[in-house]
């Protein structure tokens, strides 16, 4: 179970620090373009962390995965590995790392996002559960109601034999917290169960019934949709479920008071949304989604499996009014509305100010070549990088068709254009426009942003010369 692995984890985590004060050579795997592709192939599970030598993020977790790797060690098909990737650049754009640090776990060569926490016991627990059985067996009635009392979403198939494509969902799926069984007709007999049949049970709702079909896409399909509550109260705690559910589109409701509509059309459109209400306690959400209290209440759809996109509800909150925005959300006859900061009335200073309405003026005009930096207010890196990235416009005013610019990542949005934390730098060459534009993930000192912005103009055909290289 999961809180048999987070205690083994704890114990492994023990046990590696005694040993640590010893010191010893790292059990992290330091891999290159050279070897990348030959540790996936000798190991069926790699967890590989794509890091940059100044990300203060990065050092934190650092002892963190250390210690994990270590405790790790006698797994001999699991490997714990870093990429540096301010040096192996091509790695890191291959795996689409936009940010730091970013963890990136690999079985059988094939890549799929770490979603555990950044402690060593949370990383140990989390790997444990990805490379072990993920099916258990149950085999009485009292042994199930122990198992799902008071607990979490719990999956228990009661099937005569464990078919290969529940064996295949609960594999796919062993990197939740939610945990899957199997049990006999005898105990579905004992707990009024129907036989065959799979089961989610829920604390807080009445549980789930799947009595066909047995396939891997029912079975999948029924269990992302059980696997919630109707409606999901916001917290930080509970972000990851709400952003990174795999039905990819949230229904919010930001409101002070419950709305029973809400409740009745979360029931209505189940399996095809996340349900989430805020009640505005969550600033950084509010900041996020482009709302204040003043807007309360307030019915928005957000699409969440690429590019966030807002979708908001004008007027009253009813059932009738939020099915309509559905349904049309459902017909792709909506619009997503872009958040936007006004202009500027002078944007004379060396770092250029865009907002989400000068974006295509500035950032795409083709006759220039533009380093974006997304940033957030609060965010201390961006603090960090401001004084240099200042220095830096200083430093190439004289090359006219040469733009350093910046844009509030939290109060700004363009359509084709996402960063996954802050600060992004984006690399737009004239003449070769692309909204996505070109990750920057080299050094953020003065001259390495220097030395990359006047060799990219140059590339573009600028009048930035090899000269000023």
């Known amino acids: 179970s999961w809180a048999i692995s987070m205690l083994v984890a704890v114990f492994l985590c023990a046990l590696v620090s005694a040993a640590a004060a010893a010191g010893g050579e790292s059990d992290v795997a330091v891999l290159t373009t050279s070897?990348?592709?030959?540790?996936l192939k000798d190991y069926e599970y790699v967890l590989v962390e794509f890091f940059a030598p100044w990300c203060g993020h990065c050092k934190q977790l650092a002892p963190e995965y250390e210690q994990a790797a270590a405790a790790l060690k006698e797994y001999t098909n699991l490997k714990v590995a870093t990429v540096d990737a301010t040096v192996e650049q091509s790695l890191a754009q291959a795996h689409g790392v936009r940010g730091y640090p970013t963890l990136k776990f690999f079985k059988n060569g094939v890549s799929s996002d770490y979603t555990g926490g950044r402690t060593a016991p949370k990383i140990i627990s989390w790997l444990l559960k990805a490379i072990g059985a993920?099916?258990?067996?149950?085999?009485?009635a009292d042994a199930v109601n122990e198992l799902i009392s008071g607990k979490?979403?719990?999956?228990?198939?009661?099937?005569?034999?464990?078919?290969?494509?529940?064996?295949a969902v609960s594999v796919s799926n062993s990197q939740s917290e939610v945990p899957y069984y199997v049990s006999s007709q005898a105990v579905a007999t004992a707990l009024g169960e129907a036989f065959p049949s799979v089961v989610v049970y829920k604390t807080g709702e009445a549980k789930a019934v799947h009595t066909g079909p047995f396939t891997a896409d029912a079975i999948t399909t029924f269990v992302n949709i059980e696997r919630i509550p109707v409606v999901i109260p916001f917290t930080m705690e509970a972000a990851q479920e709400?952003?990174?559910?795999k039905i990819g589109k949230i229904a919010f409701l930001f409101a002070t008071a419950p709305i029973p509509a809400f409740t009745e059309a979360a029931q209505l459109y189940r399996g095809k949304f996340v349900f989430s209400t805020s009640d505005g306690s969550v600033t950084r959400l509010n900041d996020h989604v482009g709302v204040t209290t003043a807007d309360f209440p307030k019915f928005i759809i957000l699409t969440t499996d690429g590019q966030m996109k807002r979708f908001p509800l004008a007027g009253e909150v009813t059932l009738a009014s939020i099915k309509a925005h559905i349904d049309a959300f459902l017909a792709s006859s909506l619009q997503p509305t872009l958040k936007s900061e006004e202009p500027p009335v002078a944007n004379v200073e060396p770092v250029k100010?865009?907002?989400g309405t000068t974006f295509d003026n500035i950032v795409m005009d083709p006759t220039k070549n533009v380093l974006l930096e997304v940033y957030a207010p609060w965010c201390g890196h961006c603090k960090t990088l401001?004084?240099?990235?200042?220095?830096l416009a200083k430093a190439v005013a004289d090359v006219p068709d040469l733009v350093i610019a910046k844009m509030d990542g939290t109060a700004n949005e363009v359509d084709g254009l996402s960063w996954r934390g802050f600060p992004t730098l984006k690399f737009y060459p004239a003449n070769t426009k692309v909204r996505a534009g070109v990750d920057y993930s080299g050094g953020r000192d003065l001259e390495a942003l220097k030395s990359y912005v006047l060799e990219q103009a140059s590339a573009s055909g600028s009048s930035a010369s090899k000269e000023e290289l």
Do not use: H, L
Not at 134 to 140: A, F, L, Q, Y
Not at 152 to 167: C, L, R
Not at 386 to 391: N, V
């Open 35 to 39: 070897n990348f592709d030959g540790t």
């Open 134 to 140: 993920p099916m258990k067996s149950i085999d009485t």
């Open 152 to 167: 979490g979403p719990t999956v228990v198939a009661f099937v005569a034999e464990p078919s290969a494509d529940f064996e």
């Open 242 to 245: 709400v952003f990174q559910s």
């Open 353 to 355: 100010v865009v907002v």
């Open 386 to 391: 401001a004084p240099i990235y200042d220095e």
